[in-house]
């Protein structure tokens, strides 16, 4: 198995196996924290070798600096069918709403197929060049 492509982006389509995407990125420009991201597509090409024909376990986790989960860790199940070719790929495009960020610093996306990492995304979280940023607020009693 091979992952061809592992992918932040804007949006992202799968047409017959062809894979679309739109706007990829490794940072995220936020003024003020808590934010929300409203939208974005994690995208992973894989290529499976004949004899690696089957079901497999995909699971995506959010991970933080802190090594804390940001998100639950996403997990599914993929079926690879052999073809003519003496490969054959799966896109996999993993649309997410939402996405609230908390602090700033480095998150990274832990792809793993059938319980083996396989591949590590960086997702920084910076505030714009320049501005001035103001800490989120503890809630009374905490700060």
């Given at each position: 198995m ?7 982006c804007?949006?992202a ?88 960020l ?6 990274a ?5 059938d ?13 714009p ?6 800490p989120p ?7």
């Amino acid at each position: 198995m091979n992952v061809e492509a592992f992918l932040i982006c804007d949006a992202a389509t799968d047409s017959h196996g062809k894979l679309n995407m739109l706007g990829a990125f490794d940072t995220v420009y936020v003024a003020q924290l808590p934010a929300v991201h409203p939208h974005c597509a994690v995208v992973v090409r894989l290529r499976f070798e004949r004899s690696e024909q089957g079901e497999h376990a995909i699971t995506l986790h959010l991970i933080d600096a802190d090594g804390k989960h940001v998100i639950q860790p996403l997990e599914g199940r993929l079926r690879v069918h052999g073809g003519a070719s003496s490969t054959a790929t799966s896109n996999l495009i993993l649309n997410m709403q939402g996405l609230r960020l908390e602090k700033y610093g480095e998150l990274a996306f832990h792809l793993a197929i059938d319980g083996q990492p396989s591949g590590a995304l960086p997702l920084h979280v910076l505030p714009p060049a320049g501005a001035a940023v103001t800490p989120p607020t503890p809630p009374i009693g905490q700060g």
